[in-house]
């Protein structure tokens, strides 16, 4: 199957600043990225969709100026976690698939982010 | 709107026993796909296996394999010869049509403990 990396694994940072948070598919063109939110011990939440070289379709609750999503090529997305909170805290995924060869989402290994 | 119901929360089997993971979902769709994901501690998401709603034919994936009802809108995995590294949590997931831009809906999980 495809390989989705995420950077970093595990990052903790102080409440009010930003963090960035990288999804790259290694080797596939990602046509739609998703990202996700997983509570300790609860499922996935979808927080939005992402095409390359378009906005972001975010769900609902979701604050799209607080979770920024860029997905500027087809093998990068990026969340950016904007003046973060002790609230904020969570593991974050991110998947990726392709209209081509395979009919499934790909997921990364996730991100755990500790805001203090 | 489509829901995923997994309506146990925790499971537990004995090493080389079989154990039945159940799901149910609810849809207007006629064309659809349901897919079991596994969690494992390192919390990496895998594809256990995956059904087309139109295939008749239940699939297989070595040891596992699910009891696809469509009339009935339940779709339960089944682990054979369970083994310790199938400890794990086990998401149910829905999927409309083929196009593997729409996005996943995930039932809220089930724990499975593997015991000697």
């Known amino acids: 199957g495809a390989v989705v990396s995420q950077h970093p694994s595990w990052v903790i940072c102080k409440s009010g600043t930003s963090v960035k948070i990288e999804c790259r598919s290694l080797?596939?063109?990602?046509?739609?990225m998703f990202w996700y939110r997983q509570f300790p011990k609860q499922s996935l939440m979808l927080m939005a969709t992402?095409?390359?070289?378009?906005?972001?379709?975010?769900e609902q609750g979701v604050e799209k100026d607080k979770f920024l999503i860029n997905h500027a090529s087809l093998t990068l997305s990026t969340l950016t976690v904007t003046s973060a909170h002790p609230e904020d805290s969570s593991f974050y995924i991110c998947?990726?698939?392709?209209?081509?060869?395979?009919?499934?989402?790909?997921f990364g290994p996730g991100t755990r982010l500790t805001v203090l | 709107a489509q829901t995923v119901t997994q309506s146990q929360p925790e499971m537990s089997v004995q090493e080389a026993e079989t154990v039945t993971l159940s799901c149910t979902y609810d849809t207007s769709e006629s064309d659809y796909y349901l897919f079991w994901y596994k969690q494992p501690p390192s919390r990496q998401m895998i594809l256990v296996i995956r059904?087309?709603?139109?295939?008749?034919q239940n699939a297989t994936e070595n040891r596992f394999s699910v009891n696809f009802q469509k009339a009935a809108k339940s779709f339960s995995l089944k682990i054979s010869d369970s083994q310790l590294g199938d400890a794990a949590m086990y998401f149910c997931?829905?999927?409309?049509?083929?196009?593997?831009?729409?996005?996943?809906?995930f039932g809220t999980g089930t724990r499975l403990q593997v015991t000697l």
């Open positions: 080797d596939f063109q990602a046509t739609t």
């Open positions: 992402s095409n390359e070289g378009s906005k972001a379709t975010y």
């Open positions: 997931a829905y999927r409309p049509g083929p196009d593997t831009a729409s996005k996943l809906t």
């Open positions: 059904q087309e709603a139109y295939k008749q």
């Open positions: 998947s990726a698939s392709t209209t081509s060869g395979y009919n499934e989402q790909f």
